[in-house]
């Protein structure tokens, strides 16, 4: 019997381990296409034509679900992208309107919402023939409040802080161990006439990261997850601790950071203009080929002894059905196919900021830096899904993305930005 998960965050927030990292790395799996899904031949395109709605607007991500939904030939497949932020801040309209067969998402608590809202199917079945291919980790990850599955994981990333190895070395710098490091290395960057952080909220959820990882290396992933789930005040004491650490920090961040996309503010860590940059590994879309292998990371360092370096985020991706779908057996096997560990080798290959979530894809073609992705996931107690993924998603859209980008632009108005924040959680997590 599947695993009943509640809806709190506890249970959405994996313990590194269960993910089976470790043994991921060894390389297991191969390249070689595996059988067409649901047995038999794949050709001939018998079960009609699935559309899919997807959020891959950006050029790698673009062509690697491209290239893995070309291999899929049991049906044709109609991909509608349309720009990331624009999906994700419409999803609810979408799934109530008229959603195309599949759809990209997230693992974990926003999954749950919209399955509990009845705007996915279950996909039990499908987990039934996969399964054995996903650690129980995912699995939960993929499994709504009732028990049933309706969401398939295709790859993961961890979120640090990136630096080109070839700036650090000539300027001398290292990676900090504790704030108060990271602090002074901020302070050399900038005398050295370098922008030390770089940074990007245009979009609205970038700075959710630094949220993140602000409070979970300050408070601990206990009380970040309550803080998620509309259980703890926002005025909360510990809450401000957390704003006004980033407020100390803010005279190192690239400045105009509302006007900067995250693409932009990886180019200039990549063009050598800024030192570092807190986002997750995709950050590497950014870089030349000829350049990835000067990209390096390390995990953002302790603020509070007591939780040290314990926590991280590292979102999950994958897809899910609509309950509105026209092609339910098309559907069930386009996922089964994205399941597929070569699908995921696609992923990773074209993709230098992911991870594949199969127990069974071949990590031997893992660059440096993907070794050193699942490494960090291994090493973390505790793996957040993001702010944005870790709460109700009005909550995120309506009231996080304004507050923080108020924050960044008025770093200084703490205590009036929480009250607001609190006021208007107590009005959503009734």
């Known amino acids: 019997m599947a695993q009943r998960l509640p809806i709190s965050r506890r249970n959405l927030l994996l313990g590194a381990a269960a993910l089976g990292v470790p043994a991921a790395l060894v390389g297991c799996g191969s390249d070689t296409p595996s059988p067409a899904p649901g047995g038999g031949s794949a050709s001939g395109g018998n079960l009609g034509t699935v559309t899919l709605g997807s959020n891959a607007s950006d050029e790698i991500p673009k062509k690697s679900l491209d290239t893995q939904v070309k291999a899929f030939t049991q049906a044709t497949v109609k991909i509608n992208t349309v720009d990331h932020n624009t999906f994700q801040e419409n999803i609810n309209r979408y799934l109530r309107g008229t959603p195309d067969?599949?759809?990209?998402?997230?693992a974990g608590y926003r999954m749950q919402f919209f399955a509990e809202q009845g705007l996915a199917i279950d996909i039990s079945d499908v987990w039934q023939e996969i399964?054995?291919?996903?650690?129980?980790?995912?699995?939960?990850?993929?499994?709504?409040?009732?028990?049933?599955?309706?969401?398939?994981p295709s790859t993961y990333y961890p979120w640090a802080v990136f630096y080109r190895k070839s700036v650090w070395q000539?300027?001398?710098?290292?990676?900090?161990?504790?704030?108060?490091?990271?602090?002074?290395?901020?302070?050399k960057m900038k005398a050295d006439g370098i922008?030390?952080?770089?940074?990007?909220?245009?979009?609205?959820?970038?700075?959710?990261?630094?949220?993140?990882?602000?409070?979970?290396?300050?408070?601990?992933?206990?009380?970040?997850?309550?803080?998620?789930?509309?259980?703890?005040?926002w005025t909360d004491p510990r809450v401000r601790q957390v704003f006004d650490t980033w407020r100390g920090l803010m005279e190192y961040h690239q400045?105009?950071?509302?006007?900067r996309t995250w693409q932009e503010a990886g180019q200039s860590l990549a063009q050598k203009k800024t030192g570092m940059y807190l986002l997750g590994m995709f950050v590497a879309q950014q870089f030349p080929e000829a350049d990835r292998d000067d990209l390096d990371f390390f995990t953002f360092p302790e603020i509070n002894p007591q939780f040290g370096t314990d926590s991280i985020d590292a979102p999950i991706d994958g897809y899910m059905i609509s309950a509105k779908a026209k092609n339910v057996d098309g559907a069930k096997a386009l996922?089964?196919?994205?399941?597929q560990a070569s699908s995921q080798n696609i992923a990773t290959k074209l993709d230098p900021g992911t991870l594949a979530a199969s127990s069974k894809a071949d990590t031997?073609?893992?660059?440096?830096l993907q070794k050193r992705g699942a490494e960090l996931v291994s090493k973390a107690t505790h793996i957040a899904q993001f702010l944005d993924r870790d709460t109700r998603p009005d909550f995120a859209s309506t009231v996080m993305i304004p507050s923080l980008q108020s924050f960044v632009s008025k770093p200084n108005e703490i205590d009036s930005l929480l009250a607001s924040i609190e006021k208007q959680k107590a009005n959503i997590f009734r």
Do not use: C
């Not at 399964?131 to 398939?152: E, I, L, P």
């Not at 031997?364 to 440096?368: D, I, K, L, P, V």
């Open 131 to 152: 399964g054995g291919d996903y650690t129980q980790a995912f699995k939960d990850q993929s499994t709504g409040v009732d028990g049933k599955q309706y969401f398939v």
């Open 335 to 339: 996922l089964k196919h994205l399941a």
């Open 364 to 368: 031997s073609g893992y660059s440096a």
């Open 255 to 259: 400045p105009a950071a509302l006007g």
């Open 170 to 187: 000539e300027k001398g710098y290292e990676p900090p161990a504790t704030l108060d490091e990271f602090t002074a290395l901020a302070k």
């Open 195 to 233: 922008i030390p952080i770089a940074f990007a909220d245009k979009d609205g959820w970038p700075a959710m990261g630094t949220f993140d990882i602000l409070n979970m290396r300050t408070n601990g992933y206990d009380f970040h997850i309550s803080l998620m789930g509309g259980k703890e005040s």
């Open 101 to 106: 067969d599949v759809f990209t998402w997230f």
